[in-house]
């Protein structure tokens, strides 16, 4: 391989205390730790001291356990991971060189790079996790949806539900003089776009951008506005918005609270999404290159550990740390546990909705970043129509499976993941309908998905 490694030798001062002690228990402990952390090769780590940042969310999770598991210790690693205030202060901190990587939305490397708000060079080896958000809307909202909403033979909603229930309340709202408030987490999240193609899918006009507006709310039915996540329930509850697009476990904490109803999930507006990233400079991993493999290796084991199904109740004792997501185990059990709560006590299966290593959830397919593109010039945070080898050339330089590559064969040599779980692909997944109003979508024709949509921006080919 090209880049150097050593053996593993943090274990030795360890083993000499044990050996120091006597006794044959001390030899065969010793015997063990040798045995379980032998397996891991160090790389040449150039950076072993790290802080990396994240949003109190349960897709944070690959890097709470990364820690507490000791994966990246095993890779010579020593990480603090410190909780941040919003997604803004995320995106500047990574840019700023005060944290050497983070949790963040998909969009933010991919607007970065595209030149919408704050530009940089970031990248990405490490999708962090499928799905995980909701809508939710108060429970008044909700009262006033149900009515038409379909239902089965038990009177229970028929999921998934769609904006058509809304679109009447929106209209009510506007008979009355009143705007309809909605929020999600941040202009380039994909809660902004889901919400949107939620709405759009059901005729509501969800808003544009320009270059002179970055508002993102002309000739809009439904006001959408940036809420930090841990603030979205109080938000509700103090009838400042009338409901919200959120990742985990702020769904769910409307339930427990009474406030809110979670109506749909974004695994039902599209079928097993990307959502989070993990996130470095393109400096810091031109100038730490086996930093940046080492990284990815613990992630990825921290991936495959939680989507054991065993590890969850301890995945969510560790989540509801403070210094992590700091929820209530109950809540955060609720969606990591393989349910969901829609109304109170309408608690259903659904043991994809948090997703963090099957599917080649970790990879970081072309495909997935292209889609945010095409939402970004869709609602005009790309205010000029681009030709279609750009959405592929752009994406090239923030996406890197390359990196991706490279810490997962060094990980099946160790045997910390079998070669199957390595995907043969171009970096783009095949078309796919699986979306909530049925539209299909292919990555190598981004323009003619753009079209393909009643309400948005519509663009020519471009050569």
Known sequence: MKWLIKKSTYILPAVLLLFACGGKEAKKTATTLETKTSKTTQLDIEKPQLTFGFIKLTDMAPLAIAKE????????????????????????RVIDGQLDGSHMLAGQPIAAGAGFGRQAKLVTPFSMDLNGNGITVSNDVWSKMKPNVPKDDEGKPIHPIKADALKPVITAYKNAGKAFK??????????????????????????????????????????????PPPQMPATLEAGTIYGYCVGEPWNQQAVFKGIGVPVVTNYDIWKNNPEKVFVMTQKFVDENPNTAIAVTKALIRAGKWLDETENRKEAVKILSMSQYVGAPEAVLANSMTGTFEFEKGDKRNMPDFNVFYKYDATYPFYSDGIWFLTQMRRWGQIPDAKPADWYAKTIKDIYRPDIWKKAAALLVEEGNIPAKDIPTTDGYKPATADFIDGTSYDAKDPIGYINSFKIGNKDKSIQ
């Open 69 to 92: 598991k000791g994966f990246f210790e095993d890779e010579g690693l020593f990480v603090s991971v410190e909780a941040q205030s919003n997604w803004k202060n995320v995106l500047d």
């Open 182 to 227: 909605m929020g999600m987490v941040f202009p380039v999240s994909t809660h902004n776009y889901e919400i949107r193609y939620w709405l759009a899918a059901a005729g509501i006009h969800p808003g544009m951008y320009t270059k002179e507006n970055v508002q993102g709310q002309i000739d809009a039915e439904v006001l959408l506005s940036v809420t």
